[in-house]
């Protein structure tokens, strides 16, 4: 029998931009938070509040962001590239940073900061495993394959 090459999937401007926006969106929060750590803004406000307003804000970025992507799904959904190296890039500092905002966002909450990187060895290995299959699938950049 001849083998068939499974045909890859090519994914538009669209799905690339929903999948940065989103992961933007989810991570926004710990972001700004670790900027609210190295500026000492906890000593000004009262951080729950900060982080209630935060969600708030967050949320409703999203509405909007999610209504402007609908809005230019069309002729987002008509650009492709053969690879989408520079999202991946940004996908990944996002994580990064994100990772960071949560390890801040933990010691916000109270929690014992003894088991802060018990917490974050999971998180990291879950995320990079899902980094390594979106980089491989989606995103067209598979930087574990020899060449």
């Given at each position: 029998m001849?083998?068939?090459?499974?045909?890859t999937?090519?994914?538009?401007?669209?799905?690339?931009?929903v999948?940065?926006?989103?992961?933007?969106?989810?991570?926004?929060l710990?972001?700004?938070?670790v900027?609210t750590?190295?500026?000492?803004?906890?000593?000004?406000?009262?951080?729950n509040?900060?982080?209630i307003?935060?969600a708030?804000?967050?949320?409703?970025?999203?509405?909007?962001?999610t209504?402007?992507l609908?809005?230019?799904?069309?002729?987002?959904?008509?650009?492709?590239?053969?690879g989408y190296?520079?999202?991946?890039?940004?996908?990944?500092?996002?994580?990064?940073?994100?990772?960071?905002?949560?390890?801040?966002?933990?010691?916000?909450?109270?929690?014992?900061?003894?088991?802060?990187?018990?917490?974050?060895?999971?998180?990291?290995?879950?995320?990079?495993?899902?980094?390594?299959?979106?980089?491989r699938?989606?995103?067209?950049?598979?930087?574990?394959?020899?060449?």
């Amino acid at each position: 029998m001849m083998d068939v090459k499974r045909k890859t999937r090519i994914y538009s401007q669209y799905e690339i931009n929903v999948i940065n926006f989103y992961a933007s969106m989810i991570w926004l929060l710990p972001i700004v938070l670790v900027v609210t750590y190295v500026f000492e803004v906890d000593q000004l406000l009262n951080i729950n509040q900060f982080i209630i307003w935060l969600a708030i804000s967050n949320g409703i970025i999203t509405l909007l962001g999610t209504v402007i992507l609908l809005l230019k799904r069309d002729t987002m959904k008509r650009h492709v590239k053969a690879g989408y190296r520079n999202e991946f890039v940004y996908l990944l500092f996002i994580c990064a940073f994100g990772l960071l905002g949560f390890a801040v966002f933990y010691d916000y909450m109270g929690f014992d900061r003894q088991y802060i990187a018990n917490v974050l060895i999971v998180l990291a290995a879950f995320l990079v495993y899902i980094l390594l299959n979106l980089g491989r699938k989606i995103f067209k950049f598979d930087y574990m394959k020899k060449k």
